[in-house]
Every structure is written in structure tokens, then in C-alpha cells.
């Protein structure tokens, strides 16, 4: 046992430069890590990049500056820096191959972020999914629908799907239809149409609202109304016209059709008026030669009379 902390010792005294280098090397390390993420995160405070991208770009060169520094600390303790990179490089195929839909929508997260294809708060549809873009992080993104739920989906799935932002453009157009009868007055129904727009303070006056008779149908005309707003007002606004110029119509007796079913009661007493003379099988049928039955009668027809025609020539001679 003495031996043992006795060739300790003696490995000590030998090494005892390395080991001061070997810890000189982790102490400056770790101060230099430190000092160039505080540089670099005050350096992304400046500038508008997202603030996702800044995290991932941080992660990731903390991750290599570590790795050198255990890379430094080997090669000074005398390791074969060799072996190690290859012992590197198998767990990193591993969990290469492990994380590989990971990997996946790592890389397509970074492409949201840095394409600026979403942005938080944005009001968007990704394939079946519709809601509010709550957090854009490296995997996935989430999404908060209209009825509070939380969705999450991952990123490889957006990028691979088509995408609707609704708010991407600071405006929107909201169109709408209505149906009245073929009775009305069209001046009537534009005036309506108008005053309820005109009442309405988050409708954009430029460009100019537009009320026009579009359509002519079976069993009403159509009006399309086409109005701009700003895209955090649209929904609001849309409820507010479909609900005044519903009111208005009807306030101006303006018919508005709707498909109707009759139905009819049924008197279990009502006689029903019908001939008394009920039908009777007739007694002789006329009846008609097939089309064979002509040809025939009309070969044999001809047949026979050349046959005549030959007897009275015969009679002829013999007189």
C-alpha cells in the first residue's frame, strides 16, 4: 500500500509541470469561453436577430469551444489526440443515426428562423392546423388555436406543408356575399350595403369600398361586397358588417330567400274524384305480319306469277 501512494508521488514530482500546464490550460479555457459568449451575446442584443437564432448559434460554438479545450487538455497530458478523434467520430455517427428526424427538424427549425417564414404571434395555417404562432424553437413550433389548445408540430412537417399567414401583410380584404330577392330595388340594397359600411370605423376608405350586383340566380341576385382593413381588425370587422347588413335588410324590408319545404297536411276524408269506368279486356285484337313474313309472301307472290305466265304461253301453242 505504500508503494502504491509512493509511485503516486513520485508521479507527481515528475509531472508536476504538466499538471500545473494541464490546469493553467482548463482555468484559461473556461475564462476565454465565458468571455467571447458574453462578447458575441452582447454583440446579438444589437442587431434583430431572432432571438432563437441567437440561442442556437451560441449552443452551437460553446459545444466546439468546449471540445477543444478537451481536445488542448489531452495532447497536454500526453493522449494521443488520434484515437480519440476516432472514438469521436463513432459516437457522433451514432448519435448521428440515433437522432436523425431529430437532426432533421433541427436543420428545417433554423431554416424557419433564419427565412423568417413565421414570426411570433402571426396567425397561420399549416396544413390541417390553424392558430397562433406561440414559440418557434430548434424541433418544433407551437401553435395556440382559437379555442385555447396547444399544438405542436415539428418542424420538418412545416417546412414540408403549405403555409398561409394571415398576417404577414399589415392589410387584409374581406369579400362577402349577399342574397336578396328579384323584387328589390339594387339602388336600395347598394345604399344599405353603403351606409352600413360607412358606419363602420376599421374599414379602409382608400382604396374605395366596392358594392356590386355580381350574380344573377335561380331564385335570387347577388351582391359582393370587397372592403380592406388592417389584418388585426379583420375578423371583428367581417362580424360587424354580416351582422348590420343583415339588421339593415330586414329593417328596409329587403327580402332575403331562403330554401323552403312545404308540407301539407292530409284529410283521410277527402274523396278522391276518379272515372267509375273501370277497363275491360277487348274481345279482338288486330294483328300484324312480322317483317319476315312480308318478304316471304311478296318471293312467293312473284314466284308464281311467271309460273301463270308460262302455262298460257303453252296454251298458245298447242292451238
Not at 168 to 195: C, E, G, P, Q
Request: with cysteine; charged share 25%; net charge positive.
Amino acid at each position: 500500500m505504500g508503494d502504491f501512494f509512493a509511485s503516486i508521488g513520485n508521479w507527481f514530482v515528475e509531472n508536476y509541470i504538466t499538471i500545473i500546464k494541464t490546469f493553467g490550460i482548463i482555468i484559461i479555457g473556461f475564462l476565454f469561453i465565458k468571455i467571447i459568449l458574453a462578447i458575441l451575446k452582447r454583440q446579438f442584443k444589437k442587431t434583430k436577430m431572432e432571438k432563437v437564432v441567437q440561442s442556437f448559434v451560441l449552443s452551437i460554438l460553446k459545444f466546439v469551444l468546449y471540445l477543444i479545450l478537451i481536445l488542448a487538455v489531452f495532447s497536454t497530458l500526453g493522449i494521443s489526440i488520434t484515437g480519440l478523434t476516432v472514438v469521436i467520430s463513432a459516437i457522433s455517427l451514432a448519435i448521428t443515426l440515433a437522432l436523425q428526424d431529430s437532426l432533421k427538424n433541427l436543420v428545417n427549425g433554423f431554416i424557419i428562423i433564419s427565412t423568417k417564414l413565421v414570426h411570433e404571434g402571426d396567425w397561420v395555417k399549416i396544413g390541417d392546423y390553424e392558430g397562433s404562432i406561440q414559440d418557434v424553437r430548434m424541433l418544433y413550433t407551437v401553435l395556440k388555436t382559437a379555442d385555447n389548445k396547444r399544438i405542436t408540430i415539428p418542424n420538418s412537417t412545416i417546412i414540408g406543408s403549405q403555409i398561409t399567414n394571415f398576417n404577414y401583410y399589415k392589410t387584409r380584404r374581406i369579400d362577402l356575399n349577399f342574397d336578396v330577392s328579384y323584387d328589390t330595388n339594387v339602388d336600395l340594397a347598394k345604399d344599405v350595403i353603403n351606409s352600413v359600411i360607412e358606419s363602420c370605423e376599421t374599414i379602409f376608405m382608400d382604396p374605395k369600398p366596392s358594392v356590386v350586383l355580381s350574380s344573377l340566380n335561380n331564385s335570387s341576385i347577388t351582391f359582393t361586397l370587397k372592403i380592406w382593413c388592417n389584418s388585426s381588425d379583420y375578423w371583428d370587422t367581417k362580424w360587424y358588417l354580416i351582422d348590420n347588413i343583415f339588421n339593415e335588410l330586414k329593417r328596409n324590408n329587403i327580402t332575403i330567400p331562403f330554401n323552403q319545404l312545404e308540407v301539407a297536411l292530409v284529410d283521410p276524408n277527402k274523396k278522391n274524384y276518379v272515372r267509375e269506368q273501370k277497363l275491360t279486356p277487348a274481345e279482338n285484337h288486330k294483328t300484324k305480319t312480322s317483317h319476315s313474313e312480308d318478304i316471304i309472301d311478296k318471293i312467293s307472290h312473284t314466284i308464281k306469277k311467271p309460273r301463270k305466265a308460262k302455262k298460257q304461253s303453252e296454251k298458245k301453242d298447242s292451238k
